[in-house]
Each structure stands twice: as structure tokens, then as C-alpha cells.
């Protein structure tokens, strides 16, 4: 069974640790993957699921999973998605997370070629936001 909060401090500590080094491609693939564990840590308290496939406690439908997208995983938890979607500067960070460099982080682990430095710290720019953002979030859902 997938343990999603270990994994996003894991992933989070990783993320950091290549950022500082400039390991750019294996950086924004974690980076996405901890907000991923974090997003879906929250999805499991939200809807009282220990399991993709179980039925909410909140609405009685099945949660599936949603996968590597961020933007579905949020849609999932019903608060969360009605604050992003208020929120301009959230959604572009998502879609920055998602898709660094116009590829999304789950296929980064297949290139070769660094992104440039000004494009990957604009990427972290956007990644630091959305994960500082979304601790605040998950408190008061």
C-alpha cells in the first residue's frame, strides 16, 4: 500500500536537496511527485478512504485514482478545488508544476536534456509556492 505521507516529506527533502545541486530533471519529477503524495495524503483524510476504490464518507461515491494529474486530484477534494480555482496564481502554479517546460514531470524521467536555469527556477519559484500554499489549505479543509 502506497504510503503517502512518508513519501511526500521523502520527496520533499529530495526535491530540495537536487534543486541545490541542479539536478534539474530528476528535481521536477519529484517535485511533482511530492505534490502528488501530498494532494492525495489529503484526498484520503478528506473523503475518510484508506483505499483507491472505496466509496466517501463525505458523498458516498467511489474515489478513484486520479492518477499523476494534479489538477484531478484536486478536483476530488471539493473545498480545495473551490479555492484553487478562485485563486489565478495557484492554478498557473499548478499547471507550471504539472508541466515544466511544457513536458509533464512524471515524463521528465525519460529526458537527457537539462532545461535551462532561468526556466528551472522559475519552475521552483512555482513549486515552492503551491507546496507552501496547499500546507496552509490542507489545515481547514
Not at 498557473?92 to 512524471?106: M, S, T
Not at 524521467?109 to 527556477?121: I, K, N, S, T, W
Request: aromatic share 10%.
Amino acid at each position: 500500500m502506497d504510503d503517502y505521507p512518508l513519501a511526500f516529506i521523502s520527496r520533499c527533502l529530495d526535491t530540495k536537496h537536487l534543486y541545490t545541486r541542479e539536478r534539474k530533471i530528476l528535481a521536477m519529477h519529484l517535485g511533482g511527485i511530492s505534490l502528488e503524495c501530498l494532494l492525495k495524503k489529503t484526498c484520503f483524510l478528506y473523503h475518510g478512504i484508506t483505499k483507491w476504490g472505496e466509496r466517501s464518507v463525505r458523498t458516498g461515491v467511489k474515489i478513484t485514482n486520479p492518477k499523476h494529474r494534479l489538477y484531478n486530484i484536486v478536483m476530488l477534494i471539493g473545498s480545495l478545488h473551490t479555492r484553487v480555482d478562485a485563486n489565478p496564481s495557484i492554478m498557473d502554479a499548478i499547471e507550471k508544476v504539472q508541466e515544466p517546460c511544457g513536458k509533464d514531470y512524471i515524463l521528465w524521467r525519460y529526458q537527457g536534456v537539462e532545461p535551462l536555469q532561468a526556466d528551472f527556477d522559475a519552475w521552483y519559484t512555482s513549486y515552492q509556492e503551491l507546496l507552501k500554499w496547499l500546507l496552509v489549505q490542507v489545515k481547514t479543509l
